[in-house]
């Protein structure tokens, strides 16, 4: 019999978890770009416009395109992140 107490869990610091949201929105994003994009547009006809040799499967073509949405939403909420956690506060100069 195991006689261990549960201590509740572990408390992340700041930055971890401003990096796991910036990841999970980013996520998030990228699935719901997938989807509204490739409802419009299939992957096949698309390789057509960067080179006329390319040939790849619809499934590698949704599998680039999420990832392509998940680094461009990642850079955005990356910065937007950065922005907001680095910006001076408003009550500062109401202290003062």
Not at 31 to 46: C, S, Y
Not at 65 to 81: P, Q
Request: overall charge negative; aromatic content about 16%.
């Amino acid at each position: 019999m195991v006689s261990e107490e549960y201590r509740g869990t572990k408390q992340w610091s700041r930055d971890k978890q401003a990096v796991f949201t910036v990841v999970w929105i980013s996520f998030l994003c990228a699935a719901i770009g997938t989807m509204v994009f490739f409802a419009v547009f299939d992957p096949v006809d698309l390789t057509g416009i960067f080179d006329q040799d390319l040939e790849i499967n619809r499934d590698a073509g949704y599998a680039a395109g999420f990832f392509f949405f998940w680094a461009l939403s990642l850079i955005c909420s990356g910065i937007t992140a950065f922005l907001v956690r680095t910006a001076p506060k408003r009550d500062a100069k109401h202290r003062e």
